[in-house]
Structure formats: C-alpha cells, structure tokens
C-alpha cells in the first residue's frame, strides 16, 4: 500500500495528510474547495464535486485506500467505487443522520436523549407532547458546531422550515459533555483513547481537557458505548463520539463521526500516538498503538475567528501552536488550535 485518498480538504485532513506522511505515505485529497488547507499537506489534491463519478472513479483508481475527514459526503456514489473505503459508506450513511444514529443507539441498549423523528409542522407538535419540552429541534443532516438547531419550548418556537428531516430532542441538563476516541482496524482490533470533557462557546468546541474529571466506572461506561458503536458499525478508522454524562451518573450518547475529530487534537501533542496517525494505521491495516497521555492534564484551546491574533499571549512554556493556514479569518472559523501540557510532578 502506497497511497492513501482522503475525502474532504479542511484541518483534519491536513493533519491526517502530515500523519500519512511521517508513516511513508503518499496521500491525495479529494475535495470541491479551491485551494483548501489539506492541499498543501498531500502529495496530489484533485479539486471536483464529491457527486462527480467520474472524478471520484480516477481519484479512486489512484489510491489504495480511501478514508474520509468529512462525513457528510454523499453516499451513492461511493458505492459505485471499487477502493475500500474506511469507514465503509454504510456507517456513513448512519452516522450522517441524527435519527439513524440515535435509533441505532437506542437498539445497542445505549442511551440518548429522548427524541422523535420530524417531517412536519404536526409532527413536531406531536413530538413535543410525547417527548416533553424544553427541546432542541435539529436536521437531521449537515449540521455542526450549532447549525441547524433551535432550543423550542412551544411549536411556534420553530422557525418556518424547508421540507426535509429533522429530529426533536429532549433537553437534557447535562453535569458534563465527554467524547471518546475508539480506533478499529481492519480486522476488528480495537483502541480507544481516554475519555476527555469538553466545554463549548457558543455551540462551538472551546477547550478539550485530557483526561476528563470522570469516575472510573463513567470512563468505563463511556468507552464501552463508543466500542459497541464502533463494532456494530463495523468501523475501520476512528470512530468519534460525543456524550452528555447526567448528574445521577448516566451516559447519553448525542452523536458520532467517524473520523478524526476536534476533541481529538490534544493526541498530537500529549499521546504517544496521535489520533490521526492512529487512523491511517487502522485504514492501513497497520498495527494499533495503545494510547498513553505523556502529560499529568492536557488543555486544548480551539483558535476561533481573531483569535488567531493574540498568538503571543499563548506562547508559553508547555504550549504547543498549531495553525492551520487558513488565508481569512471569519467568526466562528476554526483557525488553529493550542494545546498546554502541564507536566507531572
Ligand atoms: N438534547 C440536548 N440537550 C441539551 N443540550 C444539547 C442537546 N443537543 C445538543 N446540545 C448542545 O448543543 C451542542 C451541539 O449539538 P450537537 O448535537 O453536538 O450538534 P453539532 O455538534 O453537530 O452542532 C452540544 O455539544 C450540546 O452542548
Ligand atoms: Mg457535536
């Protein structure tokens, strides 16, 4: 295996474009951006639309592999290409809709909020009444760090929406979000790295903290929902997902990606494996690492908007600066991140 294809172009295919590269890779980005950050970290970079069949076919007969940092690629045409692609179209197609990947939860014996699916205005009175309010109404599809959502307490609540899927949510009060990191590799062989706790502004991640203030019987809880979601799924990558731990002590799965992700960057800098280079050894039928942290408490603050240009005030001993090469900064872009190792006694 010489080569491996990366769908999708942002900060998480750079960094697993550098990871290929470290282990003797050769990488080529497959993106519809113009001049995206990955490119200038992979060997080949083909600029087309991910519904463009014959693009992906040539993109596709030029790898070995092919894996994914952006999960909401769509799924048809996938099918139609010969390369393995890891994670495989099927556990994208779950995990790229919210009902689905709740529904399967709840089926694993895992639990979520308690949610209804949406199609309609009627179907979000009923879901409120079933299901209680205060809630979130969410697409079921394309939605990240906020989007696509509004907190409800009455139907009128509900901004006037497009046809499409949507998914209503209970609101949970949650003590704490966590996330969990589990790798599968081709052959079923699993590592997870620890559970970290994560603190969001304005819907968008601000701070990771490795290890996440936990009991040991949560952390375990939590790595067996992401393990039993990884091996239902049959995952080979990584599989990222995201939890809310309850006051009495339950773990509630609120959604997962199958690729690298944000409350993930902390690896590269204080783990004896980083998450992405543990993704190209699960698509690349490499050994796993089992992940050790390197520091007592490992902070990783996301550089969002302008924040980018307060640098100096980051740099400290035990702080690591990743930029991302972006060109423009806008609020609510992710524009690099720093990560603090405090070392132990
Ligand atoms: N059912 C819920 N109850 C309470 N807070 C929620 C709920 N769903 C989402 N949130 C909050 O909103 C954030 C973003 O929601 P999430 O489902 O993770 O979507 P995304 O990250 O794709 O924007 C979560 O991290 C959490 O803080
Ligand atoms: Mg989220």
């Keep these: 295996m010489t080569t491996i294809g990366i769908l999708g172009a942002g900060q998480l295919g750079k960094m697993l474009a550098e990871a290929a590269a470290e282990l ?33 076919q040539k993109f596709a007969a030029s790898v070995d592999v092919i894996t994914l940092e952006f999960e909401n690629v769509p799924v048809a045409p996938l099918k139609k290409l010969a390369t393995p692609i890891y994670p495989s179209p099927a556990a994208l197609e779950i995990s790229q809709h919210r009902v689905r990947e709740k529904t399967l939860a709840n089926s694993l014996g895992i639990e979520t909020a308690p949610f209804a699916a949406v199609r309609s205005p009627e179907e ?114 990584l599989l990222a997902v995201e939890m809310f731990i309850t006051r009495d002590g339950h773990v509630l799965m609120n959604e997962m990606a199958p690729r690298p992700h944000n409350s993930g960057h902390w690896t590269l ?40 240009n307060h640098l100096e005030s980051w740099k400290k001993p035990g702080a690591h600066i990743h930029m991302y090469g972006k060109k423009e900064s806008r609020p609510g872009r992710k524009m690099g991140h720093v990560t603090i190792l405090s070392p132990r006694d």
Excluded at 35 to 49: I, L
Excluded at 279 to 306: C, F, H, Q, S, Y
């Design 24 to 56: 003797g890779f050769k990488t080529h980005v497959f993106a519809p951006d113009a001049d995206p950050v990955a490119a200038a970290a992979a060997t080949h970079f083909t600029q087309a639309d991910y519904e463009d069949i014959k693009a992906l």
């Design 269 to 308: 800098d204080g783990c004896n494996v980083s998450q992405f280079e543990q993704a190209i050894r699960a698509v690349t039928g490499m050994k796993l690492i089992a992940p050790k942290r390197t520091a007592e408490k490992v902070v990783m603050t996301n550089l969002i908007g302008d924040e980018v």
């Design 124 to 237: 979000l009175r009923r879901a409120m009444e079933t299901v209680g309010v205060p809630g979130i109404l969410k697409t079921c599809t394309l939605g990240y760090d906020g989007k696509g959502q509004w907190k409800v307490a009455t139907p009128a609540d509900a901004p006037p929406l497009p046809p499409g899927d949507y998914i209503y949510e209970g609101f949970v009060q949650f003590d704490k979000e966590i996330s969990v990191i589990v790798a599968r590799g081709t052959g079923g062989e699993i590592q997870c790295f620890e559970p970290v706790e994560n603190m969001h502004r304005n819907h968008i991640l601000h701070t990771t903290t490795a290890p996440a203030n936990i009991s040991a019987e949560i952390a375990a809880k939590a790595i067996h929902t992401a393990t039993t979601l990884a091996n239902a799924l049959e995952v080979a990558g």
